[in-house]
């Protein structure tokens, strides 16, 4: 599998992604918002373009959906029930599904509402898995559920499908966030040495360029993987020292909304 990710360098800070079959050379676009961005990626890299996942309804991971159709004849694949939020949806996706891109490349389609109600996330079959998480995780965060989402769904289903991965599995998100919520994470664990290090190693990365973290650092990074710690519950006057993940991901949330 080749993945190709494109940092796009607006104010929303979107990270678009190409994954190609190395046979066929074959390739998925994966939220092209900047569709000029992704067609010349691919063209330098002689990739062809057939297919585009959505992981959800947002503007600013569909609105380069008709003009990559239009340049490339590309189907487009999206949770099923987004079909009266995203225009000219060709294939509805539901959990288990598997996305075939050329003959060697397979992505397992993961349900994983709470950022809205109607995302996936893809999860590769590989030796070394990769998830395309769009909103759902970040690079030491998770999406906030103010546009359509819900925090105590987001919680389960980081919970129950994104904590259960392996550490060795990649994480490749739908935005670079990663200095402002190592900045979180620090600010809910003062002491959290693996935030501190990763912080001064990622100020100033060049986007284009960024670190690919995995699951395994961000069991050690992301405040929200780190619900059982006791400063992070400490930390939150109004949180009893016997707070359930649950609650202790909810206060999190809450928190970050306005941090």
Known sequence: ??????WTDNPLRNFHYLVACPETLEALAIDPFDHQLVLQRAEALGWKITQIVNTHEHFDHIDGNQAMIAATGATLLA???ARDKIANMDTGLQAGAVVKVGSLVELEVLDTPGHTMSHVC????????????????FNAGVGHCHAGGDPEVLAKTVFKQMDVLPDETLLYPGHDYI????GFTLDREPNNLAAQALLEQVQGQ???DALITNLGQERQINTFFRTSSTEIIKNFSDLAAS????????ALRERRNSW
């Open 1 to 6: 599998m080749l993945v190709e990710q494109i």
């Open 243 to 250: 707070a359930t993940p649950k609650e202790v991901f909810l």
């Open 206 to 208: 060049d986007p284009n």
């Open 179 to 182: 200095i402002n919520n190592l």
């Open 122 to 137: 893809l999860l590769s079959k590989t030796e070394v898995p990769a998830l395309f998480s769009g909103d759902t995780l």
């Open 79 to 81: 949770h099923a029930n």
